[in-house]
């Protein structure tokens, strides 16, 4: 191939960028993405955003429609303080779980530096969105974003009617619990339609303007030992509530005696916020895993094609770097593992076992050493997996020594460390079952649930906090959290700690007034 065939298949060769040339570096990546690594993804809106528009998405949670609140504006000031000191940069885009898939570019990039984040976004995480499991199952791409357009102007509409302030309390609160206002083990409603919204509004006026009959009927003397009614009214309380209730905003929302019909709303907005949120909580590993993979193969195989010059590759190859880079235990830098680092390394360990196994992989995997499908290895591995069984399923012994990981035990009653797990036989599946557990949210997040309600006695809400090996709240942001759900509840809410194993109860609080 002679000098000027060999320029004219490129790309692009400097560092500036136009919209034609976006367009042009899209469908040759879209091709290979597509053709090459049988990528299945949703529509793409790429859209082109200043460092100040990138600012703001932060401060949105990441949404391009969004409502008004104080924490936002908070975080932009200290997200821009940060990087205009230089002490933090921004990410070169931002993708949205929706259909279409919308990726943003921030303009400031080098086209280098877009050809990269079209191939990580628009096609690598998109494929992700799209097809994984959790996703699939308990997000809905298709309406998202008509949502976040009804409730950013329903929250307009109420700080109008009701004033700023009132419905700031309302989202403060909503807020302090969005953690817990998920549906972890059952699947949450899909998003309503505008016609369903409307009729669910109906319903909740009709009920503030009414009288339940739950809540007016005079108790009748029952038959039996005063303890056996107690345990009989306990169980039916429990049945009618449909408790114990494991998403806090839900139940406020649906049995709170003391909220409007507009605050109710915005609690279900706040949880459809969490819920939407809660899949990629899950799967930070295999998202970015995934992403960094297809972006490293598509950029690489557009080299190999001539499409792209050495001088692109490198500076892709120093930013991927920086992506995946994994500092020691030892090292300043270090706070955990990097979810990009292993994650990417974990994509590339699998391709190897297919093409290029060794006995100990066929040992490990026999389901998938050697195969020579790795792209489908991995496309139903991004399918059917989260971070968990994730590493559980696929974290390989060599791997485990390449990043040299071992495991250490430390017990509160000692004042040293032990080495519970090394290489061997034993430890690998030690140090892969520690590393999955760390990605466990069931486990690393506090299991608060609400598990009784007298409506015709105290109206005490009775909160069970399960505590998993020993770890308590802090008292101060307990109790904090606490005066929120007082807030939402109106009435005194209790808080019981009990121990996992033993089913003992370590402490007990309760908040009277908010």
Same mark, same amino acid.
């Given at each position: ?39 299945? +993804? ?5 859209? $082109? ?27 932009? !000031? ?38 990269? $984040? ?48 009132? !419905? ?33 509004? @109906? ?29 009989? @009214? ?156 994730? +590493? ?26 032990? $080495? ?95």
């Amino acid at each position: 191939m002679n000098k000027r065939s060999a320029k004219s298949s490129l790309l692009f060769t400097g560092s500036d960028w136009n919209f034609d040339m976006l367009s042009r570096v899209y469908d040759a990546i879209e091709e290979v993405a597509i053709d090459d690594l049988g990528l299945d +993804v949703y529509p793409n809106q790429v859209e $082109v955003i200043s460092s100040e528009q990138m600012l703001d998405a932060y401060a949105s949670i990441g949404m391009p429609l969004m409502y008004r609140h104080w924490s936002f504006g908070k975080h932009f !000031v200290h997200e821009e303080l940060l990087y205009r000191k230089g002490r933090r940069g921004l990410a070169y885009e931002l993708v949205i779980n929706s259909n279409p898939c919308i990726t943003y570019l921030m303009e400031e990039n080098t086209m280098a530096m877009q050809a990269l $984040v079209t191939a990580h976004a628009s096609f690598g995480h998109n494929h992700f969105f799209k097809n994984n499991y959790l996703f699939q199952q308990w997000t809905d791409a298709g309406s998202i974003l008509n949502y976040m357009e009804f409730a950013k102007g329903y929250i307009s509409r109420c700080e109008e009617i009701y004033g700023i302030a009132a !419905v700031e309390a309302i989202l403060d609160s909503a807020h302090a619990i969005m953690d817990q206002g998920v549906f972890r083990y059952r699947r949450p409603p899909r998003l309503s339609s505008e016609k369903e919204r409307q009729r669910i509004r @109906e319903r909740l006026e009709y009920e503030e303007r009414s009288y339940s009959d739950l809540w007016r009927t005079v108790p009748q003397k029952q038959d039996g030992t005063e303890q056996q009614v107690a345990e009989r @009214e306990l169980r039916e309380r429990k049945k009618s509530l449909k408790l114990p209730e494991e998403n806090l905003l839900y139940f406020l929302e649906k049995n709170s005696l003391i909220l409007e019909p507009w605050q109710r709303e915005i609690l279900r907005i706040v949880r459809v916020v969490a819920q939407y949120f809660y899949p990629q909580r899950q799967t930070k590993v295999m998202n970015e895993g995934c992403a960094t993979f297809v972006h490293y193969t598509i950029m690489n195989t557009l080299f190999d094609r001539g499409q792209i010059t050495e001088g692109a590759l490198l500076e892709i190859l120093a930013s991927h770097a920086n992506v995946v880079f994994q500092p020691d235990f030892d090292d300043p830098r270090f706070s955990s593992i990097n979810p990009y680092a292993l994650g990417f390394a974990m994509m590339q360990d699998i391709e190897r076992i297919c093409v290029n196994p060794t006995a100990e992989d066929r040992d490990w995997f026999p389901d998938i050493a050697g195969n020579g499908d790795w792209r489908g290895t991995l496309r139903n591995a991004w399918a059917d997996h989260r971070d968990e069984s994730f +590493v559980l399923q696929f974290l390989s012994p060599a791997l485990m020594r390449k990043m040299r990981f071992f495991m250490l035990d430390d017990q509160a009653g000692e004042n040293f460390y032990r $080495v519970g797990a090394i290489h061997d036989e034993r430890g690998y599946q030690r140090v892969r079952a520690a590393l999955a557990h760390t990605f466990d949210l069931s486990a690393n997040q506090p299991d608060i649930q609400v598990v009784d309600v007298d409506l015709l006695g105290d109206r005490r809400l009775r909160l069970q906090h399960t505590i998993q090996s020993g770890s308590l709240l802090a008292e101060q942001t307990r109790d904090a959290t606490l005066r929120h759900i007082r807030r939402l509840w109106g009435y005194e809410v209790s808080l019981a700690g009990v121990d996992a194993d033993s089913g003992k109860l370590l402490y007990e609080t309760s908040i009277e007034e908010a």
